[in-house]
């Protein structure tokens, strides 16, 4: 089957006939119809993470497509089922996390395309405890986004605790922002939007965005305490450590600050405006396969829907120049021929 391969960090994926993975017990074997492109894809790809994945390894983990054979022991997927291949590829099921609903932060789990090879491969291996039904009526290419940017916006915003009717901030409108804008709509909050790009900021308005702010031109801080007198909820996508600050600062008291961008490094953290506004300031990780679901259901149902353009699985190492470069609107999903 064709895959590509990431054999070096830092040098394009290498694009390759390896050989057709064989279910094993409790596992399927996905065809793959279509795939996103994350931003994760490219960190991996380039070791840019504390925690590496082991090379070679096939990327990829907004994978949907339709299950073409079952390992022993499976009975909840079948031959035939649209499914999803994403982030979390498995979870132990026994430990205080995944007992206590919070699976993504199980030590034992496993991710697709970072610790198993993932879905940039016309065939790819899934748990079928993880492989998420996708809905009737949702295509493939409009699936796969929601399988990581949707469910860990969606999830993100959750974890403000923002009510309808609160502002959020979204800072970062790629393919992550760009879908959390439309979450974040479709719960009743108000948006603000962050980003270095005119282009991506015309996309967040056109979404729902009622404030945007071109950070090469003026102060997201400024702007959003002088504009609406800051904001109870942000989330930061955006890849650059500078944005984590203003994440924190677009805040009113009180407010909360979900981070989910992970760019290699730190950011210098205001103690005393931490302290006296009382800020929360959280990490979040995708999601559990629940948010997943509820993810999916909101694009099933037309609430939100990726901005984006495919690409042929041969193009990727141009579409992941196009995402370390900021030029992708977004997101671009690859299709496999044949
Ligand atoms: P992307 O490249 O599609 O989008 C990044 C956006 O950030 C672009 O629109 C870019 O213009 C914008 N940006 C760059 N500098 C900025 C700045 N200073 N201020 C505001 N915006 C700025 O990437 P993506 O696929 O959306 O992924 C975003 C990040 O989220 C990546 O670091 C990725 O690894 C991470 N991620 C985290 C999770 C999680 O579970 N926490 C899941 C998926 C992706
Ligand atoms: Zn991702
Ligand atoms: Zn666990």
Known sequence: MRAAVARTFGSPVVLTDVP??????GEVLVRVHASGVCHTDLHAIDGDWPVKPTLPFIPGHEGAG?????GADVSQVKVGDRVGIAWLHDACGRCVFCLSGREA???????????????????????????????????FVEAAPILCAGVTTYKGLKQTEARAGDWVVISGIGGLGHL??????????RVAAVDVADDKLALASRLGAELVVNVKKDDPVSVVQTKIGGAQASL???VSTKAFAAGIGVLRPG????????????FPTPIFDVVLKGLTIRGSIVGTRLDLEEALAF????KVR?????????????????????????????????
């Open 20 to 25: 057709i993975p064989e279910p094993e017990l």
């Open 105 to 139: 932060l199980c030590p034992k789990q496993h991710n697709s395309g970072y610790s198993v090879n993932g879905s940039f491969a016309e065939l790819a291996i899934a748990r079928a405890d993880f492989a998420t039904k996708i809905p009737d009526g949702l295509g």
């Open 255 to 266: 407010g909360t600050c979900v981070l989910v961008g992970l760019p290699p490094g730190d």
């Open 66 to 70: 339709v299950v073409e054979k079952v």
């Open 299 to 302: 694009a099933a149902a037309g």
């Open 236 to 238: 930061v996508t955006a």
């Open 180 to 189: 959390a804008v439309q979450y974040a709509c479709a719960m009743g909050l």
């Open 306 to 338: 990726a901005t984006s353009t495919t690409q042929q699985l041969g193009q990727v190492n141009e579409v992941l120049d196009g995402l370390r470069s900021g030029r992708v609107e977004g997101r671009v999903v690859l299709t496999y021929e044949g």
